[in-house]
């Protein structure tokens, strides 16, 4: 989870807090979503639990949600592997 405390602290010292890439993201959505509402959505549920699209490792969903244009464009934006 992310910490305040401790990306204070990294502030303080001058130096880079590291975001550990470990959270695989499993996601479903309705045909034709957006690759914005994708974007939108996630960030919300990473804000809810105080993580940052760098903590994002994969994504998951079905095939065919994968092969949807706003999905694929949305994760290979981010350079996350599917």
Not at 66 to 74: D, L
Request: charged residues 20%; proline residues 6%; aromatic residues 8%.
């Amino acid at each position: 989870m992310y910490d305040s405390a401790a990306e204070g602290t990294a502030a303080q010292m001058g130096a880079t807090p590291i975001t550990p890439r470990s959270v695989v993201v499993g996601i479903g959505a309705e045909k034709s979503v957006p690759a914005a509402d994708f974007e939108a959505a996630l960030r919300d549920v990473l804000h809810t639990f105080g993580l940052t699209p760098e903590s994002v490792r994969a994504v998951a969903t079905l095939d065919r949600r994968a092969a949807e244009e706003g999905f694929a464009t949305w994760t290979t934006q981010h350079g996350w592997p599917v």
